[in-house]
């Protein structure tokens, strides 16, 4: 063993003690990287050096090329606008401002720690037999970098001062030097890290032998009995789904086994390890692993995103009781034109009864289930569960979001609604559920009311109040102070035509029967939305989606533009800065660089699709964001 250097007192200011000992060594090794060069094409692929048995895993590709894009994104060009980059230049200088404080602890600068990656990063949690999850981190590192020399010298220091305050013995850091490669040793009172670095990449992991074995792989030589990450079938399947078209790899990847990890990391607790065999009377033993990646520059798309969700096949218990439909999914005629947020489905019903029942009487006994629907269900409320209810469901169900004005921080109402095959029938059932709820609520919560023509129920006003002034003398308990307007969330619902609608806003709820009689523009006659569903379209191949997904960020980045340019958020910052400067240095940047208009930035911000599809392997997840370039102009109408 060679000492690298040795514990005991230095002439340094002191340093507070910040977190574990562990993580202040990861950050330690992460960064003092002096023998690091650019990572040579030579090196195996990460997936090579990992073991079969890591249950997580988060990789970026390359973190100097995913600022890049990043920066190239809508998000990043607007940051870069005439009209924007004065605030937030001026909010990134209070920042600064801030992490000033502590710099002199870290001893680098800001932009000087965002240099240190280079290339690659990735994060891993291995689960070997009968041990403890081991941490394993990569990182490749620029050498020619003087913040990484930098960040050796402020870092020797930081470990000596630690060692010192921990009242350790011997070596800090010590190495041991084989005919291949040099491993170094971090001693802390928890557990050791272990590290090696090797043509610009440093590896890092509190496992000894884990490190070596990535080593032995490094150089092409297997390991007894354990294979890599490369040769799991859990994550080769995920990874080839969520690959792209394109033949570069994805910028970041992930990879999750949720049981394997609930296992390695429980090992040894009785209870958590009696919990998990539960599991196969939920179905649960069926989730195999989950995983994604991103991609930039995808097709023609600014970014796309994959996720998978492995299940075993044939699936049992709950994964069985969501039985996800594909079809070709069309808003309905009521959805506006400028919802922020939609999302349609649809389930087979009666499979998800038949499977419930199945697991109820599985933790009960056999019977129990359909015992409880009789008494609180059937007998209760009079009618059958399942025929009058259960079986008038199609199974397709929508939920969306509308933003109410004026802007509040609450003004996001929500809308949910799912189709009925016989209309008279469900009149007959909401006619019996409206007088119960008058019973148990009092008659005058719930009142009929009229819109267009258009029959509904609501929560009366007096309720609404009722509730506010409770909630406005709970404020006043607790010391008052300010507070910013919030929306009165009212319930009521309808049926309109086959959708028995639901919202938390009597505005959005009659925003949907003007849109429904044609008053006003639904998203399916939108030409965005038709735009967003073609290039849908050619993603998804000839294979129906199982959900769909459509989302209009622009109305939610409106919405909060008008509450941070309101009088009530100005009041608030006005009380706020007199006791803390960050806030203070806020309020003068945005004084003195006052957002643009809506109209000006809205492009930035572009419709994102998004769709499930369900085959053998599982249930496949893709998201994607448009160039706002490739955006139609709107017209004024």
């Keep these: 063993m060679k000492r690298l250097f ?31 060069v650019g990572q040579t094409e030579t090196r195996p692929k990460t997936e090579d050096l990992l073991p079969e048995n890591t249950v997580l895993y988060v990789q970026i590709e390359d973190v100097r090329d995913l600022i890049e894009k990043m920066t190239d994104s809508n998000f990043g060009q607007m940051l870069s606008d005439e009209r924007i980059s004065p605030l937030v230049s001026e909010m990134y200088l209070q920042g600064m401002d801030a992490y000033s404080n502590v710099e002199e602890f870290v001893g680098l600068s800001m932009e000087e720690i965002q240099s240190l990656p280079s290339g690659e990063l990735c994060f891993a949690l291995v689960a070997p037999k009968r041990q403890e999850p081991a941490i394993v981190f990569l990182i490749d590192m620029d050498p020619e970098n003087e913040a990484v020399v930098k960040a050796v010298d402020r870092f020797k220091e930081f470990v000596e001062e630690q060692a010192f305050q921990e009242g350790l013995e011997g070596d800090a850091i010590v190495e041991e030097e084989t005919d291949e490669i040099v491993f170094e040793t971090v001693n802390t009172q928890d557990d050791p890290l272990y590290m090696f670095r090797k043509d610009g990449t440093l590896v890092g992991s509190n496992n000894e032998q884990v490190l070596k074995d990535v080593w032995e792989r490094w150089n092409e030589r297997p390991v007894d009995g354990v294979r890599t990450l490369a040769e799991n079938r859990k994550f080769v399947t995920i990874m080839n789904r969520c690959r792209g078209t394109k033949e570069s790899p994805p910028e970041l990847r992930l990879f999750f086994d949720p049981i394997e990890f609930a296992r390695g990391t429980t090992r040894g607790n009785f209870a958590a390890q009696a919990a998990l065999n539960f599991l196969p009377i939920l179905g649960l033993d069926g989730l195999l692993a989950v995983g994604g990646s991103t991609l930039f520059g995808e097709q023609d798309f600014e970014s796309v995103f994959h996720g998978h969700i492995l299940l075993a096949n044939p699936r049992k218990g709950l994964f069985e009781m969501l039985a996800l439909k594909p079809a070709d999914y069309q808003p309905q005629s009521w959805v506006p034109y400028d919802t922020v947020n939609y999302m349609t489905t649809s389930w087979d019903v009666q499979t998800m009864y038949a499977e419930l029942e199945k697991i109820v009487d599985a933790f009960s006994s056999e019977g129990n289930f359909q015992e409880s629907v009789q008494s609180r269900f059937n007998d209760e409320l009079g009618i059958d569960l399942k025929a009058d209810i259960i079986d008038q469901l199609t199974g397709r169900v929508t939920y969306a979001q509308w933003n109410v004005e004026p802007a509040r921080i609450n003004s996001t109402a929500n809308i949910f609604s799912v189709e009925v095959s016989d209309p008279a029938q469900m009149e007959e059932m909401i006619d019996l559920f409206v007088e119960r709820i008058r019973e148990d609520v009092g008659e005058d919560d ?13 929560q009366s006003d007096s309720s609404i109040n009722d509730r506010m002034e409770r909630r406005e003398e709970r404020r006043l308990e607790r010391g008052g102070g300010m507070s910013m307007e919030i929306r009165a969330t009212q319930g009521c619902f309808m049926l309109l035509n086959d959708q028995l609608v639901i919202c938390d ?8 029967v003007d849109t429904d009689r044609g008053d006003e523009l639904a998203m399916a006659d939108d030409e965005m939305f038709r735009m967003v569903t073609n290039k849908m379209t050619r993603l998804l191949g000839t294979d129906m989606p199982a959900a769909l997904f459509y989302s209009r960020p622009a109305e939610q980045i409106k919405m909060w533009m008008e509450i941070a340019q309101s009088e009530d958020t100005r009041d608030m910052m006005d009380e706020a800065a007199l006791d803390n400067p960050f806030v203070a240095g806020m309020k003068r940047a945005m004084d003195d660089n006052p957002l643009p208009d809506f109209e000006e930035v809205k492009g930035y911000f572009p419709p994102q699709g998004a769709f499930i599809t369900d085959d053998e392997t599982g249930y496949h997840f893709l998201a994607f964001t448009l160039r706002s370039e490739d955006l139609p102009v709107e017209s004024d109408e």
């Design 505 to 512: 806003s009597v505005e959005a709820l009659k925003r949907v």
């Design 446 to 458: 719930i009142v009929e009311d009229d819109y267009q023509g258009q029959i509904y129920w609501r």
């Design 6 to 36: 040795q514990t005991g007192p230095v002439a340094t200011p002191h340093v507070p003690r910040r977190g574990q000992w562990l993580l202040s060594s990861l950050l330690i090794l992460v960064l003092a990287a002096p023998v690091a």
